[in-house]
């Protein structure tokens, strides 16, 4: 049989005061005198007495926990992401609450209502959709400090945190013009998104800034995962397209892409450059091993945490946006467009593609 564990009622009829004064005293909140103070010293080592820090936490409205929503833990992207917030808040003294959204926007109003309510002190919350004011509202009215981390939720007051994916797009996309490509393909994300906005807009930058006739020949544009990638690649090849490079907007739509590239044969990078954007995937090990925009993202986690735990203390960062630098791994898969060198169209799909599709995968 395990020993009765001593409670502060325990201490504080022994050393015949109240509950409160006890409480107070252990807590530096109370000055007594000294024969009191000395009577509870003496029935807190009578009876063994060890605080409870979280009911001292939640006395004080605080419960040193913070929480952490993300879209998928099973995408190694967000699982990196959690990876990284869990370290930080553990070495600032805090715990996590993981949720998973499933990528469902309903789901992320639903976790912001439910945290709101909760014993978490603060929310760091990453979205996987475009908002139309339904994130917003309530993520403003959020009793709890919120940090919004990798994509942006317009609108919202509090600190921001992302990767800088214009420059992403900047960097990929004037590395392939310095490799001689004037026809680009982008594989992106949702269209409405803040990052697929800003990682089309840094090839846009870098095309006006190369003084070269470059064209994006073809934008395709749905959810970040591998059934939009392998639709992209499918529309891509059956159009015909005659671009000679590639920037696929993260490795979640590579996976798909390459699936469907390895099937029609195409081989990389004499008949196709490619980049990718993430560089969490082991694309390292392929062959050839894929050239990248490698995001910070263990630098973001741990950003996040710090300024949620900052605000939580009381800075007013509410119009912090941290922007975090981004950078262009360079490996196999872009070489110099080869003249003569045209992609074959899919044997399964012969349908004309057209430019600027939103694709339903």
């Not at 952490?68 to 808040?89: G, H």
């Not at 490996?331 to 799909?349: F, M």
Request: with cysteine; proline share 5%.
């Amino acid at each position: 049989m395990s020993a009765k564990v001593s409670r502060l009622s325990d201490v504080a009829r022994t050393a015949e005061v109240s509950v409160a004064t006890v409480s107070r005293f252990l807590n530096n909140r109370l000055q007594l005198p000294e024969e009191t103070a000395a009577r509870i010293r003496r029935a807190v080592a009578e009876h063994e007495y060890t605080p409870n820090p979280h009911a001292r936490n939640l006395s004080l409205g605080r419960s040193e926990t913070i929480a952490l929503v993300v879209p998928d833990i099973a995408n190694p992207y967000f699982a990196r992401l959690a990876a990284a917030v869990e370290r930080e808040a553990g070495q600032q003294g805090y715990a996590l609450t993981l949720c998973a959204s499933l990528n469902t926007l309903q789901r992320e109003r639903e976790y912001i209502a439910r945290l709101s309510g909760s014993a978490v002190d603060g929310i760091i919350f990453v979205s996987n959709h475009a908002d139309d004011g339904t994130l917003r509202d309530p993520i403003n009215a959020s009793s709890r400090r919120v940090v919004i981390l990798d994509e942006d939720v317009g609108g919202v007051v509090g600190p921001r945190v992302f990767s800088d994916n214009e420059l992403g797009g900047y960097l990929a996309g004037r590395h392939l013009i310095e490799m001689g490509h004037r026809s680009i393909a982008f594989f992106g994300g949702p269209q409405a998104m803040r990052s697929t906005e800003a990682r089309l807009a840094g090839i846009r930058r870098a095309i006006a800034e190369s003084n070269q006739h470059v064209v994006i020949r073809d934008e395709f544009f749905g959810a970040y995962s591998p059934e939009h990638g392998r639709a992209c690649a499918s529309r891509f090849l059956s159009s015909g397209s005659e671009a000679t490079a590639l920037l696929v907007s993260s490795d979640e739509i590579m996976i798909g892409a390459l699936e469907i590239f390895r099937r029609e044969g195409i081989r990389l990078p004499s008949q196709l450059s490619v980049i990718g954007f993430d560089d969490i995937a082991p694309f390292v090990l392929f062959d050839p091993p894929l050239t990248s925009i490698r995001q910070p993202v263990e630098m973001m986690g741990r950003r996040a945490v710090d300024l949620l735990i900052r605000s939580l203390r009381g800075e007013d960062l509410d119009r912090v946006i941290e922007y975090l630098p981004v950078e262009l791994i360079l490996r196999g898969s872009v070489s110099h467009p080869r003249a003569g060198k045209r992609l074959p169209p899919s044997a399964d799909n012969q349908k004309e593609g057209n430019e600027h599709d939103e694709i339903d995968a």
